[in-house]
């Protein structure tokens, strides 16, 4: 009774395994390796931008920090804030 069940899961696995040989052709693992070579270039630019972005937005939290902590006056209401405390607002918010 077992045998009958497990011999359907026995086929389906040696045909996945001879699929996966068929991959692992030499051929073609150098041609991917070729071809994520050819995008290596863009990959660097891509990763750069994402890079750049992310260092813009914690650059401009910490100016909005530092802004506002030297612009304050303990005193003030909202409309009547310095101009750098203000900044330090628009920077946070950007």
Known sequence: ???????????????MTSQIDG???EDTINGFNDMAAQYDLYRSYFMSGIGG?????????????LF??????????????SGLSNCGGLFLMA
């Open 23 to 25: 991959f692992r052709d």
């Open 1 to 15: 009774m077992i045998d009958g069940a497990l011999e359907p899961m026995i086929d389906q696995i040696s045909g």
């Open 53 to 65: 972005i992310v260092l813009l937005v914690v650059l401009f939290n910490f100016l909005g920090i």
């Open 68 to 81: 506002g902590i030297i612009g304050h006056k303990s005193g003030a209401s909202p409309t009547q804030r």
